[in-house]
């Protein structure tokens, strides 16, 4: 295995619940109240739908894809949701700084080191917006590729936080049968003093609406053990991926970097490191603004 390197789950279309449109020039974020279903292509006009995004939408209500049926890759939680606060470059989407609250790895004017995470709300060098949690959950949608992911990217506090919860959850109460329970990825909608009392949408993870709980965890404790007969080995495919994933400091590289500004901030080319602020703004004033992200 080539050292330095990142071996992530192989992506073969994007999940989101937003575009990128152009405004006076610039392009810019903009939310959507449905999921689209992408391939891995961009043009001109945007990303090229994805031929499950039109299947998925034929039985809904108003042609507007509200919820995906899905299953996980992974019996671990914290394989199929990747979280961290990230800091990137504006400029170039060089991830700069990563951590989960606790340590962080960063590029300081000495190479990489692994430093203390204070999290963004305590952080001079993330200050002002620039370090954000960053999610990547993966999922799998049909069969026709059974190793092959569709990632979800997110910047927003409630869709990390829901999707860490329930991950969590159906880990627990499933035995740990995450990689067999059938799940449906479900757009959720709330207002809060913060977003102007204006509907602002999240992910959710649940369970599928024709499946009961009992009914789940049986069918994933069934289909566990009977994969295992196959010879299907889950547990070695977890331990294989998370050797893949720790063997470079940082998970993703200047391209996803860019994407990410542009998806979720607008800012591409517009900051860089050399013009962060140093100075933090009020604490009060970060944790407002969490409640109106997605």
């Known amino acids: 295995m080539i050292k330095g390197l990142a071996i992530t789950p192989p992506i073969i279309g994007r999940i989101s619940i937003g575009r990128v449109v152009e405004k006076n020039g610039k392009r810019l974020p903009e939310k959507d109240d449905q999921f689209t279903i992408t391939t891995q292509i961009q043009t001109k006009e945007g990303w090229l739908p994805h031929p499950l995004d039109e299947a998925l939408r034929q039985d809904t209500k108003g042609n507007k894809l509200r919820s995906i049926p899905i299953t996980l890759p992974f019996n671990d939680p914290d394989l199929n949701l990747r979280a961290e606060y990230t800091f990137f470059d504006r400029k170039s989407g060089r991830p700069l700084c990563a951590g989960n609250g606790e340590t962080c790895r960063r590029h300081t004017e000495n190479g990489l080191s692994s430093l203390d995470c204070p999290s963004p709300d305590l952080c001079d060098y993330g200050s002002h917006g620039l370090c954000k949690p960053y999610g990547r959950l993966y999922v ?97 495919l977890d331990k294989v991926a998370q050797a893949g994933l720790m063997n470079a400091w940082f998970e993703y590289g200047e391209e996803e970097g860019l994407q990410v500004v542009e998806e979720f901030s607008g800012e591409r080319a517009t900051q860089t490191k050399d013009s962060r602020p140093q100075s933090t703004s009020g604490l009060s004033n970060k944790l407002a603004g969490k409640q109106s992200a997605g």
């Open 140 to 236: 799998r949608i049909g069969n026709d590729d059974e190793l092959g992911c569709f990632v979800f990217r997110t910047t927003g506090y409630n869709s990390i936080r829901t999707l860490a919860a329930r991950l969590r959850y159906f880990h627990a109460i499933s035995g740990g049968n995450l990689a067999t329970l059938p799940l449906e990825l479900k757009l959720r909608g709330k207002s809060t003093i913060q977003s102007h009392r204006a509907p602002i949408y999240y992910v959710d993870l649940t369970l599928r609406t024709d499946q009961p709980l009992k009914e789940a965890v049986t069918h994933a404790k069934e289909e566990a053990k009977g994969r295992e007969n196959l010879g299907i080995h889950q547990t070695e």
